[in-house]
């Protein structure tokens, strides 16, 4: 840090480089999982396989609903074609 007198505030030189642990966290290991965390991650996890199943099942639904008139607009298309 360079101490400029004219400046409010030191002036900082961005040279900040992480520590390549990840399992460290301030100094102390991550602790394990406990109990009610394990419990909770569980429950989302299973909820989270309902909500994506719906919206997966609404998203499909609405493709095909938008995929329909493309498709018979191809149809009246050939058929014009056909006629000609």
């Not at 030189?13 to 642990?21: E, G, M, S, V, W």
């Not at 429950?43 to 994506?52: H, L, N, S």
Request: charged content about 15%; glycine content about 4%; some cysteine.
């Amino acid at each position: 840090m360079s101490h400029n007198r004219q400046a409010g505030f030191p002036l900082t030189d961005y040279n900040y480089q992480p520590t390549a642990d990840a399992k460290i966290t301030a100094g102390q290991p991550v602790a394990k999982l406990t109990g009610f965390h394990k419990l909770s991650s569980d429950f989302i996890g299973t909820e989270m396989v309902r909500d994506y199943a719906t919206e997966f099942s609404a998203f499909t639904i609405i493709a095909l609903i938008s995929a329909w008139p493309i498709c018979l607009s191809i149809v009246a298309m050939a058929r014009m074609v056909r006629s000609y």
